[in-house]
């Protein structure tokens, strides 16, 4: 039986020419006689799986090595004619004849079916590692006797692919295809000795990979030394996004996925590890002209390598900080009279601006980033907190952010006319998030809800509300619970004067108009004035009344007049044309001596209303200003007989000076009153629970439990404990000198 030679030449070279169905057969039936045959054939030596063995077994042994001896003939024909060849010449002929090969090898594998499935699984299962199915025997036999001669002589198989690689880095369209198909040959040729059906790269990694990944390094190297020789950074930025875009499509063209993370790795290496430095220094530029996409572009890059983007941040953070400082300086610089006639709504305007600018620069160009988010904040913590305006102070902040939210929140506010009210109140709290000492705040924000409230200036119970849930969402319950009581008093005191209205309806007396706010001493941040004050008998029979009436409603309780805070309507009676007065409980009183006299001198003034000769000659000095009175001689004050106006109703409640200033140092006295019981109270509370503890652990815990609403100070901390100890709350524990121990 001899083997059929022809029959498989035929079928490895000339397949494109047809197999007739009886040829096919007849060789499928050579192949299966060499199998199941028992009669000797020819021994030589030189040949595989040949054991002391005979019959069929001997028989699938001859054709197995008659196979590679053709296999050897074909691949020495073909080894000749590529000697000749080199780079697209060769590529191009390595891949026709692969195709070939490959396409036939298939087809001889499966009309030795037989010789696979019975002799070549015997060879294999008795451990002959050395024996493989057919196709695997033509893929090793091209590797040993082609692949491996063309690729020995200066790699001419993998350089001729390089150069075209390096071709179309250049710009050159190359022909992809034929690249693909050779690489291809590179992964099928891999043997995983172990398992022959897993794929291996080994040969691929080798002969191809390698080389590819040293060759692409020395031209980026080259490439991005040269291109930053003569462009800007932002250039290089386009050039590098381009690149690593292209080596990540090439990968999908025609090399193999594994490839995909050590080829973007060692780009990234080269493109933006080694000019890292470059790109950071350059960021501050970018930065400061606004280059968003450059911004977005450097981001991209150095967020690929790692801590690429730290030194970014930090740089970022210092961008922002420097800005909101500027911002304050020019908007003193523009300010003639200092910090301390400063405008609330330019002080906070100039704040939001830097922080919108920057706050739209993370999100466009760095994604929103959370490092970037963190350095945002921390910048706009310390120049909202410390910064030209405040000086060393902790408090201007808080304050002028809350008299703005109190501009906001008044009627004829022209900003809650002109945008929405609530995008403003937003914007407050975004300022808000960054103020230290959110107890000043608060502490402000009350004393001004306590004006809007008693005035009754409020642009709108809605945005009040509003306002206050938003405080509440930041700080919780207890930051709000004052404020949210200051609405029931004022409920309730409409519900207290209705219900005395119609208690005194059948008095015939009763011509005066009167409503009473009735205020929890608690909860509303005002005082009680410190001079005294003779109560007009134009009103006092209301006094008396409502007094009496409150006693039998509410018997414990002790009512203190806040006449500083209490407003009145005179009607005029002395001039051709009559006017409504609107003014103080001060004003009024000095008004009404005037329904006796027409002159009266200060000290007989003074006299008459008790109020201190501070404040009278304040509220006198305001009646001139109006043109009521008129004050011709030193400390002498007539009643104009010829007073104007252009409107009936005549505000004269103006606030005076001496309230204004008193205000600020008032809420500030308040706030370190207040500073104190927190402290003292966070300190129980942390003992109460963890019993004894060490003086530097527990300093550390009441900063971080009070550092959301202050930061509190160290020697204040010290003296509350000393406090605590004198109250018995806690003490020493003996024998120790820092360690405390609860008292309970």
Not at 94 to 101: F, I, L, M, V
Not at 392 to 421: C, F, G, I, V
Not at 520 to 537: C, E, K, M, V, Y
């Amino acid at each position: 039986m001899g083997f059929p030679g022809e029959g498989v030449d035929h079928i490895m070279t000339k397949l494109q020419t047809g197999v007739s169905y009886s040829k096919y057969m007849s060789l499928y039936t050579v192949a299966y006689n060499y199998c199941t045959s028992s009669r000797m054939h020819s021994t030589t030596t030189d040949t595989v799986g040949q054991g002391n063995r005979t019959g069929a077994n001997l028989m699938g042994s001859d054709l197995y090595n008659n196979l590679i001896r053709y296999f050897i003939t074909h691949l020495k024909l073909l080894k000749d004619q590529s000697d000749s060849l080199q780079d697209e010449a060769l590529l191009r002929y390595y891949a026709g004849e692969w195709d070939r090969y490959t396409t036939g090898a298939n087809y001889i594998n499966r009309l030795f079916t037989y010789l696979n499935r019975h002799w070549v699984k015997r060879e294999r299962d008795e451990g002959r590692k050395g024996v493989y199915p057919v196709y695997t025997l033509a893929l090793v036999q091209w590797k040993s006797n082609f692949f491996l001669h063309v690729q020995s002589k200066h790699t001419k198989l993998a350089g001729a692919i390089l150069r075209l690689i390096e071709r179309q880095r250049n710009g050159e369209t190359i022909d992809q295809g034929l690249v693909k198909k050779v690489v291809d040959s590179f992964v099928s040729l891999g043997l995983d000795e172990t398992d022959i059906n897993k794929a291996s790269l080994d040969v691929y990694r080798e002969h191809l990979e390698t080389p590819f990944l040293d060759a692409t390094e020395k031209y980026y190297e080259q490439e991005s030394e040269a291109f930053l020789a003569e462009s800007s950074v932002s250039d290089y930025l386009k050039k590098a996004e381009e690149r690593l875009k292209e080596e990540e499509d090439r990968v999908d063209r025609y090399l193999n996925t594994d490839t995909r993370k050590q080829l973007v790795s060692k780009c990234e290496h080269v493109l933006i590890r080694q000019h890292s430095d470059l790109m950071w220094e350059s960021f501050q530029s970018l930065l400061d002209f606004d280059k968003d996409e450059d911004l977005q572009r450097m981001y991209a890059l150095l967020s690929r390598i790692p801590e690429g983007l730290e030194p970014l941040r930090k740089k970022f953070e210092e961008h922002v900080k420097k800005a909101g400082l500027a911002a304050v300086a020019k908007l003193l610089g523009e300010g003639s009279e200092g910090a301390d006639s400063l405008d609330p709504k330019a002080y906070v305007d100039a704040l939001l601006e830097v922080h919108r600018k920057n706050s739209e620069t993370v999100t466009r160009s760095f994604r929103g980033e959370a490092g970037f988010v963190a350095s945002l904040d921390k910048a706009c913590r310390e120049f909202v907190n410390r910064n030209a305006a405040t000086g060393s102070s902790t408090t201007k902040s808080p304050e002028l952010l809350a008299k703005h939210a109190d501009m906001l929140l008044r009627k004829n506010n022209k900003m809650a006319e002109e945008e929405d009210l609530e995008g403003a109140l937003n914007r407050v709290m975004v300022l808000f998030k960054y103020i230290e000492d959110k107890d000043v705040f608060q502490t402000f924000y009350a004393t001004k809800l306590s004006k809007r409230l008693i005035h009754g200036v409020s642009a709108s119970d809605e945005s009040e509300a509003s306002m206050i849930s938003k405080l509440k969402e930041a700080c919780g319950f207890e930051y709000t619970n004052k404020l949210q009581r200051m609405f029931t008093d004022m409920s309730l005191s409409k519900d207290l004067t209705d219900q005395f209205k119609e208690r005194m309806a059948n008095h015939d007396d009763m011509d005066i108009n009167f409503s009473i706010m009735v205020l929890g001493t608690n909860f509303w941040p005002l005082s009680a004035p410190n001079n005294d004050f003779i109560i007009p008998p134009e009103i006092l029979s209301t006094y008396d009344r409502f007094s009496k009436y409150y006693q039998t409603k509410h018997s414990g309780r002790k009512l203190t007049w806040l006449w500083n805070y209490s407003k009145n309507e005179l009607r005029t009676n002395y001039l051709n044309q009559k006017y409504i007065l609107m003014t103080s409980s001060y004003q009024m009183s000095v008004l009404l001596q005037y329904n006796k006299h027409d002159t009266l001198s200060l000290e007989e003034l003074i006299t008459a209303t008790a109020i201190s000769k501070d404040i009278l000659s304040q509220v006198l000095t305001l009646l001139v200003k109006a043109k009521v009175l008129i004050n011709e001689e030193t400390d002498q004050y007539d009643l104009n007989p010829n007073f104007k106006s252009k409107k009936i109703r005549v505000n004269l409640n103006q606030p005076i000076k001496a309230e204004v200033k008193a205000e600020s140092s008032e809420v500030l006295k308040t706030v370190d009153e207040d500073r104190k019981y927190v402290i003292q109270a966070t300190i129980v509370r942390i003992m109460k629970a963890r019993k004894t503890m060490k003086n530097q652990p527990l300093i550390q815990e009441v900063i971080s439990q009070i550092s959301q609403r202050f930061a509190p100070k160290i020697p204040d901390i010290k003296k509350a404990i000393d406090t605590l100890l004198e109250k018995e709350y806690i003490e020493r524990v003996d024998g120790t000198r820092d360690t405390f121990a609860y008292v309970a």
